[in-house]
Protein backbone atom coordinates (compact mmCIF):
# COMPACT_ATOMS: atom_id res chain seq x y z
CA UNK A 1 0.00 0.00 0.00
CA UNK A 2 1.52 3.31 -1.11
CA UNK A 3 2.48 5.47 1.81
CA UNK A 4 0.14 8.85 2.19
CA UNK A 5 1.30 10.87 5.36
CA UNK A 6 4.89 11.27 5.89
CA UNK A 7 5.77 11.73 9.53
CA UNK A 8 8.81 14.20 9.50
CA UNK A 9 10.50 16.48 12.10
CA UNK A 10 10.00 20.60 12.10
CA UNK A 11 10.92 22.25 9.82
CA UNK A 12 7.62 21.28 7.84
CA UNK A 13 7.70 25.20 5.40
CA UNK A 14 10.00 24.17 2.49
CA UNK A 15 12.19 26.67 0.54
CA UNK A 16 12.68 26.59 -2.94
CA UNK A 17 16.64 28.25 -1.69
CA UNK A 18 18.96 26.38 -0.71
CA UNK A 19 22.34 27.50 0.57
CA UNK A 20 24.08 27.15 -2.62
CA UNK A 21 21.21 29.46 -4.81
CA UNK A 22 21.79 31.96 -2.34
CA UNK A 23 25.87 32.31 -2.89
CA UNK A 24 25.58 32.21 -6.37
CA UNK A 25 22.85 34.98 -5.73
CA UNK A 26 25.98 36.94 -3.76
CA UNK A 27 28.54 35.45 -6.35
CA UNK A 28 25.90 37.49 -8.99
CA UNK A 29 25.61 40.22 -6.84
CA UNK A 30 29.68 41.07 -6.72
CA UNK A 31 30.26 40.69 -10.42
CA UNK A 32 29.43 44.25 -10.83
CA UNK A 33 31.88 45.13 -7.82
CA UNK A 34 34.69 43.01 -9.14
CA UNK A 35 33.96 43.67 -13.01
CA UNK A 36 34.52 47.25 -12.35
CA UNK A 37 37.72 46.64 -10.12
CA UNK A 38 39.39 44.74 -13.25
CA UNK A 39 38.34 47.55 -15.38
CA UNK A 40 40.49 50.11 -12.63
CA UNK A 41 43.12 48.13 -11.72
CA UNK A 42 43.87 45.42 -14.61
CA UNK A 43 44.88 42.35 -14.54
CA UNK A 44 46.59 42.31 -10.86
CA UNK A 45 43.02 43.09 -9.02
CA UNK A 46 41.20 39.87 -11.24
CA UNK A 47 44.49 37.81 -9.73
CA UNK A 48 43.45 38.94 -6.38
CA UNK A 49 40.56 37.78 -6.28
CA UNK A 50 41.19 34.40 -8.33
CA UNK A 51 43.92 33.29 -5.31
CA UNK A 52 41.87 34.36 -2.64
CA UNK A 53 38.46 32.68 -3.73
CA UNK A 54 40.76 29.42 -4.65
CA UNK A 55 42.73 29.55 -1.55
CA UNK A 56 39.38 30.03 0.73
CA UNK A 57 37.70 26.86 -0.97
CA UNK A 58 40.94 24.74 -1.30
CA UNK A 59 41.23 25.40 2.89
CA UNK A 60 37.39 24.31 3.22
CA UNK A 61 37.66 21.25 1.25
CA UNK A 62 40.61 20.04 3.05
CA UNK A 63 39.20 20.57 6.39
CA UNK A 64 35.59 18.82 5.67
CA UNK A 65 37.46 16.56 3.66
CA UNK A 66 35.25 17.19 0.47
CA UNK A 67 36.64 16.49 -3.30
CA UNK A 68 33.91 19.24 -4.00
CA UNK A 69 35.63 22.18 -4.03
CA UNK A 70 32.64 24.77 -5.25
CA UNK A 71 30.94 22.59 -2.87
CA UNK A 72 27.94 25.23 -1.53
CA UNK A 73 29.48 28.19 -2.65
CA UNK A 74 30.10 30.17 0.68
CA UNK A 75 33.68 29.52 0.65
CA UNK A 76 33.39 31.13 -3.29
CA UNK A 77 32.13 33.83 -1.90
CA UNK A 78 34.11 34.44 1.48
CA UNK A 79 37.00 34.39 -0.78
CA UNK A 80 35.81 37.27 -2.95
CA UNK A 81 34.28 39.06 -0.45
CA UNK A 82 37.96 39.34 1.34
CA UNK A 83 39.83 40.07 -1.92
CA UNK A 84 37.12 43.18 -2.19
CA UNK A 85 38.88 44.63 1.08
CA UNK A 86 42.31 44.16 -0.07
CA UNK A 87 44.41 46.03 -2.35
CA UNK A 88 44.64 45.84 -5.83
CA UNK A 89 48.14 44.21 -5.86
CA UNK A 90 48.88 42.43 -2.47
CA UNK A 91 51.64 40.03 -2.25
CA UNK A 92 50.03 36.79 -2.94
CA UNK A 93 51.12 34.83 -0.01
CA UNK A 94 49.02 37.45 1.85
CA UNK A 95 46.38 37.09 0.04
CA UNK A 96 46.56 33.22 0.85
CA UNK A 97 46.71 33.41 4.88
CA UNK A 98 43.99 36.11 4.88
CA UNK A 99 41.54 33.46 2.82
CA UNK A 100 42.78 30.52 5.28
CA UNK A 101 42.15 32.46 8.87
CA UNK A 102 38.87 33.63 6.70
CA UNK A 103 37.90 29.88 6.44
CA UNK A 104 39.62 27.78 9.15
CA UNK A 105 39.28 30.40 11.83
CA UNK A 106 36.58 33.01 11.28
CA UNK A 107 34.03 29.86 9.89
CA UNK A 108 35.05 26.32 10.25
CA UNK A 109 36.26 26.73 13.80
CA UNK A 110 32.72 27.01 14.86
CA UNK A 111 31.41 24.34 13.31
CA UNK A 112 31.17 25.60 9.76
CA UNK A 113 28.78 27.69 7.99
CA UNK A 114 25.41 28.49 10.29
CA UNK A 115 27.63 28.96 13.47
CA UNK A 116 29.94 31.49 13.10
CA UNK A 117 29.97 34.29 15.46
CA UNK A 118 31.98 37.12 13.21
CA UNK A 119 31.98 37.70 9.38
CA UNK A 120 34.24 34.87 8.19
CA UNK A 121 35.99 37.79 5.33
CA UNK A 122 36.36 40.37 7.89
CA UNK A 123 38.19 37.80 10.05
CA UNK A 124 41.07 37.42 7.70
CA UNK A 125 41.01 41.09 7.14
CA UNK A 126 41.64 41.80 10.45
CA UNK A 127 44.20 39.07 10.67
CA UNK A 128 46.01 41.17 8.14
CA UNK A 129 45.63 44.26 9.65
CA UNK A 130 47.13 43.70 12.60
CA UNK A 131 50.04 41.14 11.06
CA UNK A 132 50.83 42.82 8.00
CA UNK A 133 49.20 46.23 7.93
CA UNK A 134 51.76 47.67 5.34
CA UNK A 135 50.42 45.32 2.99
CA UNK A 136 47.25 46.38 3.11
CA UNK A 137 46.48 49.04 4.86
CA UNK A 138 49.48 51.69 3.67
CA UNK A 139 49.04 55.14 2.54
CA UNK A 140 49.92 54.83 -1.06
CA UNK A 141 47.81 52.61 -3.14
CA UNK A 142 47.52 51.78 -6.72
CA UNK A 143 46.03 54.41 -9.30
CA UNK A 144 43.10 53.29 -11.24
CA UNK A 145 43.71 53.20 -14.91
CA UNK A 146 40.60 52.80 -16.46
CA UNK A 147 41.07 50.27 -19.48
CA UNK A 148 44.82 50.04 -18.55
CA UNK A 149 44.33 45.85 -18.28
CA UNK A 150 48.55 45.60 -18.04
CA UNK A 151 49.32 49.28 -17.45
CA UNK A 152 52.00 49.65 -15.59
CA UNK A 153 51.59 50.57 -11.44
CA UNK A 154 51.49 53.84 -10.83
CA UNK A 155 50.90 54.98 -6.66
CA UNK A 156 48.75 57.57 -5.17
CA UNK A 157 46.83 58.31 -1.37
CA UNK A 158 43.44 57.31 -1.16
CA UNK A 159 40.12 59.27 -0.67
CA UNK A 160 40.16 58.68 3.10
CA UNK A 161 43.89 59.40 3.68
CA UNK A 162 43.31 62.93 1.87
CA UNK A 163 39.54 63.82 1.80
CA UNK A 164 40.10 65.34 -1.47
CA UNK A 165 38.58 63.44 -4.15
CA UNK A 166 34.72 64.08 -5.42
CA UNK A 167 31.82 63.12 -5.20
CA UNK A 168 31.23 62.10 -8.66
CA UNK A 169 34.50 60.42 -8.66
CA UNK A 170 33.90 58.61 -5.63
CA UNK A 171 30.40 56.94 -7.28
CA UNK A 172 31.85 56.08 -10.19
CA UNK A 173 35.14 54.55 -9.13
CA UNK A 174 37.55 56.75 -10.40
CA UNK A 175 39.37 56.36 -6.72
CA UNK A 176 42.49 54.63 -5.31
CA UNK A 177 41.31 52.40 -2.51
CA UNK A 178 40.33 48.29 -1.90
CA UNK A 179 39.18 46.43 -4.81
CA UNK A 180 35.28 46.85 -3.30
CA UNK A 181 35.52 49.70 -2.06
CA UNK A 182 36.13 52.13 -4.92
CA UNK A 183 32.69 52.17 -6.91
CA UNK A 184 29.81 53.10 -5.59
CA UNK A 185 27.43 52.58 -8.09
CA UNK A 186 28.72 48.90 -9.27
CA UNK A 187 27.87 48.34 -5.29
CA UNK A 188 24.21 49.90 -5.01
CA UNK A 189 24.07 47.63 -8.30
CA UNK A 190 24.80 44.55 -6.42
CA UNK A 191 22.65 45.77 -3.35
CA UNK A 192 19.95 46.13 -5.06
CA UNK A 193 19.82 42.50 -6.63
CA UNK A 194 20.27 40.93 -2.96
CA UNK A 195 17.73 43.49 -1.66
CA UNK A 196 15.59 42.44 -5.15
CA UNK A 197 16.64 38.37 -4.34
CA UNK A 198 15.30 39.01 -0.71
CA UNK A 199 18.58 38.53 0.94
CA UNK A 200 19.15 41.38 2.74
CA UNK A 201 16.87 43.62 4.38
CA UNK A 202 16.73 47.75 4.36
CA UNK A 203 17.04 48.31 7.69
CA UNK A 204 20.86 47.17 8.09
CA UNK A 205 22.30 49.10 5.09
CA UNK A 206 19.95 51.76 5.78
CA UNK A 207 20.56 52.39 9.61
CA UNK A 208 24.79 51.48 8.93
CA UNK A 209 24.52 54.63 6.16
CA UNK A 210 22.44 57.13 8.17
CA UNK A 211 24.58 57.37 10.97
CA UNK A 212 27.31 57.42 8.75
CA UNK A 213 26.00 60.38 7.20
CA UNK A 214 24.65 61.88 9.98
CA UNK A 215 28.35 61.85 11.72
CA UNK A 216 29.81 62.89 8.69
CA UNK A 217 27.79 65.84 7.98
CA UNK A 218 28.41 67.10 11.65
CA UNK A 219 32.13 66.79 10.82
CA UNK A 220 31.51 68.87 7.61
CA UNK A 221 28.40 69.42 6.50
CA UNK A 222 26.30 67.49 3.67
CA UNK A 223 29.04 67.14 0.95
CA UNK A 224 31.19 65.43 4.09
CA UNK A 225 28.34 63.02 4.78
CA UNK A 226 27.76 61.74 1.43
CA UNK A 227 31.95 61.46 1.14
CA UNK A 228 32.29 59.29 4.29
CA UNK A 229 28.74 57.54 2.80
CA UNK A 230 30.62 56.95 -0.58
CA UNK A 231 34.22 56.81 0.27
CA UNK A 232 36.10 53.29 1.88
CA UNK A 233 34.42 50.74 2.76
CA UNK A 234 31.01 52.16 4.25
CA UNK A 235 28.65 50.83 1.41
CA UNK A 236 30.31 47.62 0.67
CA UNK A 237 30.53 46.72 4.41
CA UNK A 238 26.56 47.76 4.84
CA UNK A 239 25.64 46.46 1.88
CA UNK A 240 27.52 43.41 1.77
CA UNK A 241 29.28 42.05 5.30
CA UNK A 242 26.86 43.87 7.51
CA UNK A 243 23.76 42.00 6.24
CA UNK A 244 25.30 38.71 6.49
CA UNK A 245 22.43 36.72 7.84
CA UNK A 246 24.34 34.59 10.21
CA UNK A 247 25.92 37.11 12.22
CA UNK A 248 23.34 39.53 12.12
CA UNK A 249 20.21 40.26 14.28
CA UNK A 250 16.91 38.59 13.17
CA UNK A 251 14.37 40.98 14.31
CA UNK A 252 13.64 44.38 12.79
CA UNK A 253 14.63 46.66 15.94
CA UNK A 254 17.77 44.54 16.06
CA UNK A 255 18.64 44.95 12.77
CA UNK A 256 18.37 48.60 12.96
CA UNK A 257 20.32 48.86 16.38
CA UNK A 258 22.72 46.44 14.88
CA UNK A 259 23.18 48.80 12.06
CA UNK A 260 23.19 51.76 13.79
CA UNK A 261 26.07 50.52 15.67
CA UNK A 262 28.26 49.36 12.94
CA UNK A 263 28.09 52.85 11.64
CA UNK A 264 28.89 54.86 14.99
CA UNK A 265 32.08 52.60 15.57
CA UNK A 266 33.26 52.90 11.77
CA UNK A 267 32.71 56.63 12.42
CA UNK A 268 34.82 57.02 15.49
CA UNK A 269 37.38 55.49 14.48
CA UNK A 270 37.29 57.58 11.68
CA UNK A 271 37.31 60.34 12.95
CA UNK A 272 39.05 59.88 16.11
CA UNK A 273 41.20 56.36 15.53
CA UNK A 274 44.49 56.11 13.79
CA UNK A 275 43.48 53.51 11.43
CA UNK A 276 41.97 55.65 8.19
CA UNK A 277 39.10 53.17 8.25
CA UNK A 278 36.47 51.29 10.64
CA UNK A 279 34.04 49.43 8.85
CA UNK A 280 36.17 45.72 9.53
CA UNK A 281 36.15 46.71 13.37
CA UNK A 282 32.65 48.23 13.55
CA UNK A 283 31.18 45.50 11.99
CA UNK A 284 32.96 42.37 13.98
CA UNK A 285 32.18 44.55 17.35
CA UNK A 286 28.31 44.42 16.14
CA UNK A 287 28.53 40.78 15.51
CA UNK A 288 29.81 39.88 18.88
CA UNK A 289 26.88 41.99 20.18
CA UNK A 290 24.25 39.93 17.82
CA UNK A 291 23.18 37.88 20.39
CA UNK A 292 22.42 40.43 23.27
CA UNK A 293 20.42 42.78 19.89
CA UNK A 294 18.29 40.40 19.15
CA UNK A 295 17.70 39.14 23.14
CA UNK A 296 16.54 42.49 24.25
CA UNK A 297 14.92 43.65 21.24
CA UNK A 298 12.79 40.32 20.78
CA UNK A 299 9.07 41.14 20.17
CA UNK A 300 6.16 40.56 22.63
CA UNK A 301 4.21 37.10 21.80
CA UNK A 302 0.83 37.39 20.54
CA UNK A 303 -1.38 37.90 23.58
CA UNK A 304 1.28 38.02 26.10
CA UNK A 305 0.74 39.54 29.49
CA UNK A 306 3.60 41.73 31.21
CA UNK A 307 4.49 40.79 34.63
CA UNK A 308 3.93 43.64 36.50
CA UNK A 309 -0.19 43.50 35.36
Given at each position: ?121 LVGRAVLIV???GHIAGNVWL ?47 GGLWLYHRG ?111
Amino acid sequence: MERKLVVSSSPHLKSPEDIQSIMVDVLVALFPVALMAVFLFGYRALATMVIAMLAAMVTEAIILRKGNLFGDGSAAVTGLLLAMTLPPAPPWWVVVVGSAVAIGIGKQIYGGIGNNIFNPALVGRAVLIVSWSGHIAGNVWLKPVPFGFTADMVTQATPLATKAASLGNLFIGTVSGSLGETSALALIIGGLWLYHRGHIDWRIPGSFVAVVFILGFFDGGFSMGLFHVLAGGVLLGALFMATDMVTSPVTPVGKLVFGAGCGLVTMVVRLFGSLPEGVTFGILLMNGLTPLIDNLTLPKRFGEVSKSA
